[in-house]
């Protein structure tokens, strides 16, 4: 049980009166009291928790004049001081940089996705070579009630692999094995409720307990990584990919003979790509899957769009993201109604500045309450019930990206620290689900239920997670 004082927004005079003392606290579901705070506090509230102070934004509007328009986006772009980018990530990486030290970093990690990761023609052979191993697992799998995770797993492992260093070792090779330890190890590390815990209280990381070992472990997994992609980068000088780049980038000096990115800002950049790259899109692509095998309707309307626009003989193709309007829709919807990254990352206020009226102290930290404002009935209609016609228009075309309806999903946050990687994991869910939806149909398993995918009950790890679920393939005749 924490303390922690809440102070809300009343009309009139704009302050921050103190409104209550609470005192429970749930660390792992702290998106879950967020939601209900909104409904009492209304769309922006600060709280104290700790001795830190904290402002959720709660509607779309909010967070848009706080992260996209200046000056505030400016102010509101800096990280807090969090204890996952200090001790895990060495203050080295992109996700938790602060002050002038995210602009280089991001740009570069930007840039890095794009020369690597966004255009399929450079990859295609080897992305195809991905997609022609799930399509092995699922065949081998037909009617058996399955974990999908595996799938999921080696798709998307090997899509990594394919962008550090330009190819798959397969999922008995050495690198997947480290890359899969070092996620399942930031799986038991990182969550916003640690972070403010573990933050006010820093020394409990000298005390044996099981996140302290697996900080250690995560630095050992890391120059494990190091290791292995150095000796890979040796062997195959035509296969290249994000690391290649880095390990020329490290020698890069400034004009002040000045080194300005370095081997630890190497290993941390790839523990993001890694995170971000496994766990938030494994576990929107298992929900995807848990959420089509509960609606057959759904999955017969998917088919035939995919057997209109690429039939059944060639492999999908990002080309066909344009005419495939059911396909996007659902992969927007299942952002939404899922809301993986319930609360983004926190930012912080890097000066005093003023948000819709309302005086934020420098060094408050700022979270993105995304999760309540896909969940709000103010943004969206039914926002519980699972409805991907929503972002279609009467024809059945996908409603352009500045419609109001699109824009109030911010899944992959907005303003200057929004995901660099929306590009790169947009692209593999729509191969991934597009392969999916051509090969097989998914069925209930045999002998057991399957539940219905419900947001408000999903797994909080690092990122939110479906509970564990089977499910049987049925494959499509031709
Ligand atoms: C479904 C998949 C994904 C979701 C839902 C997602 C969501 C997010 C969100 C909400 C943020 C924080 C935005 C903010 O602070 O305002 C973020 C940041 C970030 N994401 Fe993603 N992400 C995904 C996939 C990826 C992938 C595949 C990569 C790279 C391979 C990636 C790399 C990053 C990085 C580096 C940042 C930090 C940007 C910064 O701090 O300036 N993400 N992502």
Redo the contacts with the bound molecule.
């Keep these: 049980l924490v303390n922690y004082t809440t102070k809300n927004l009343p009309p009139g005079p704009k302050g921050w009166p103190v409104v209550g003392i609470l005192f429970e606290f749930d660390i792992l579901t702290l998106h879950l009291k967020l939601y209900d705070w909104t409904t009492k506090y209304g769309d922006i509230f600060q709280f104290d928790l700790l001795g830190k102070t904290f402002v959720s934004l709660n509607s779309s509007e909010v967070l848009r004049e706080a ?1 996209n328009q200046e000056p505030t986006a400016t102010v509101t772009a800096n990280r807090p001081p969090l204890f996952l980018g200090k001790y895990v990530l060495e203050h080295a990486d ?2 938790f ?1 602060q002050d002038n030290a ?1 602009t280089r970093r ?1 740009k570069l ?1 930007y840039q890095l ?1 794009r020369a690597y990761g966004e255009g399929l023609s450079c990859r295609e052979s080897q992305i195809k070579e991905n997609i022609i191993s799930v399509k092995e697992l699922i065949r081998s799998n037909e009617y058996k009630n399955i974990d999908p995770s595996d799938i999921v797993e080696e798709f998307l492992l090997s899509t990594v692999e394919v962008l550090i260093i330009g190819r798959s070792f397969g999922r008995n090779g050495k690198l997947q094995k480290i890359l899969h330890r070092l996620d399942d190890l930031i799986q038991l590390v990182a969550n916003p409720g640690y972070d403010a815990v573990y933050g006010a209280l820093p020394f409990l990381r000298h005390i044996s307990l099981p996140i302290s070992r697996n900080i250690t472990e995560i630095h050992k997994t890391k120059q494990q990584m190091i290791e292995h992609l150095e000796d890979l980068s040796k062997e195959d000088k035509d296969n290249k990919g994000i690391y290649h780049t880095l390990k020329d980038v490290v020698k890069v000096r400034d004009d002040d003979g000045k080194q300005w990115f370095t081997q630890e800002n190497t290993r941390n950049l790839l523990v ?2 890694v995170a ?2 496994l766990l ?2 494994r576990g ?1 692509i298992m929900s995807m899957i848990q959420l089509l095998a509960k609606k057959p309707d759904l999955q017969i309307s998917l088919q035939r769009e995919v057997n209109n626009v690429i039939g059944s003989d060639r492999e999908p193709s990002l080309a066909d993201r344009r005419s495939c309007h059911l396909t996007e829709a659902f992969i927007i919807e299942s ?1 939404r109604y899922i809301s ?2 319930p609360l ?2 926190f ?1 912080a206020a890097s000066e005093d500045v003023t948000i819709s009226g309302y005086t934020i102290k420098k060094n408050t930290i700022i979270i ?1 309450n ?1 999760w309540t404002i896909h969940h709000s009935e103010k943004e969206f209609d039914d926002p519980f019930l699972f409805k991907p016609e929503r972002f279609l228009d009467d024809k059945g075309q996908l409603l352009p990206s500045n419609d109001p309806v699109r824009k109030r999903v911010l ?4 303003g200057k ?6 590009v ?2 947009r692209s593999r869910m729509f191969l991934f689900i597009a392969t999916l939806m051509q090969l097989a149909t998914m069925i209930e398993p045999d002998g057991k239920s399957l539940p219905d995918l419900v947001p408000t009950e999903m797994l909080q790890k690092t990122f939110l997670q479906p509970q564990p679920f089977e499910v049987r393939f049925k494959l499509r005749s031709k």
């Design positions: 992260f992109v996700v940089a995210v991001r990690g996705l993001n790509f971000a790259g938030s899109t929107t952002m993986l990254v983004a990352v930012h993105p995304i899944a992959f946050g907005i620290r929004s995901c660099i990687g929306e790169f994991a």
